[in-house]
């Protein structure tokens, strides 16, 4: 049994200990860009019948980082990205908002698995390449949880916690879906963006707590609906809310049907990652204000505008 294992084995034991006690504690990963392939597209990017060739295993059981990477290109830019196994149903391209606002695509907020109507993008390798009408994504928070750990947490599939991030930077994380289920143990999931803003150091554990599931993520999707989603769920255009400082407010959205937001006397950076987890382009701010520097820079950016 290798040390990483070991190291594994040992956080999970001291999270399920102190989750006996009523207290619960996760551990938390950040994925960096990543590609999951379906056999046809590996075949067409490294020869008919290739074998995906694991490089090291991921601790989710069964997953593995690829000794496989694919070029993923588009007309304003290009990323190198490691092939995750094993093979999939379909092709997913799991990027962080960053990474979307460089290459100027659409910003879709999804659950994996959730890719309709997402973007696309051309993929290559020296031996093929595809083109992509759909699958690029930005994998939404959640947690993975055994049958026997949810139990023990009190947690249900499709769930949600809030994610407590110590240390200089602390962060709370809300909407952190819960999958559970024989293919998952205990392991929260976060992206680059959102780890390096709560400059969340490796092999952080975190407290998290059950939270109240929020209406707008239950909404079904309707014809005439936004193009932004959360968890895979569509916000229908004419019911789309505006919430403070942080709302739902797209570029097509006319200035004069928002809603008078409520206030809030500081607005920070973990706001304005909030917004842009969701795909927003403006925050609507209350008078009288203050954006932090930091608020500032992170907007200026991820693209994000303010209206008071």
Do not use: W
């Not at 999707?221 to 193009?227: H, I, K, Q, V, Y």
């Amino acid at each position: 049994m290798d040390a990483d294992r070991i190291y594994q084995l040992t956080e999970d034991l001291v999270c399920e200990t102190f989750a006996k006690r009523g207290r619960f504690f996760v551990p938390v990963a950040s994925s960096n860009r990543h590609v999951h392939l379906c056999q046809s597209d590996v075949d067409a990017l490294f020869g008919a019948g290739h074998m995906l060739a694991k490089l090291r295993d991921l601790k989710q059981p069964g997953q593995f980082a690829c000794r496989e990477q694919v070029t993923l290109k588009t007309k304003h830019g290009a990323f190198t990205l490691r092939v995750v196994g094993p093979v999939r149903p379909e092709t997913q391209v799991e990027l962080s908002i960053s990474d979307l606002i460089k290459l100027k695509l659409p910003v879709c907020v999804r659950m994996s698995g959730s890719i309709a109507g997402s973007p696309g993008a051309f993929l290559a390798t020296d031996r093929g390449s595809i083109t992509l009408s759909q699958g690029i994504i930005v994998s939404a928070r959640h947690l993975h949880l055994s049958p026997a750990q949810a139990k023990l947490y009190q947690l249900n599939n499709n769930d949600e916690v809030r994610l407590f991030v110590e240390g200089d930077r602390p962060t709370v994380f809300d909407n952190v879906v819960v999958r559970c289920g024989d293919g998952h143990v205990l392991e929260a999931h976060i992206d680059l963006d959102e780890a390096n803003a709560a400059h969340l150091r490796p092999h952080a554990i975190c407290r998290i707590e059950k939270q109240k599931r929020t209406a707008y993520l239950q909404r079904e999707a309707s014809p005439g609906a936004t193009a932004n989603r959360v968890h895979g769920n569509i916000i229908p255009a004419r019911e789309a809310p505006v919430y403070a400082l942080s709302g739902l407010v797209t570029e097509k959205t006319k200035r004069g049907d928002m809603p008078s937001p409520a206030k809030k006397q500081l607005l920070t950076e973990s706001d304005v990652m909030e917004a842009a987890n969701r795909g927003d382009t403006y925050m609507t701010l209350g008078k009288g204000t203050v954006v932090t520097p930091l608020a500032l820079d992170r907007a200026k950016a991820l693209g994000i505008k303010f209206e008071y």
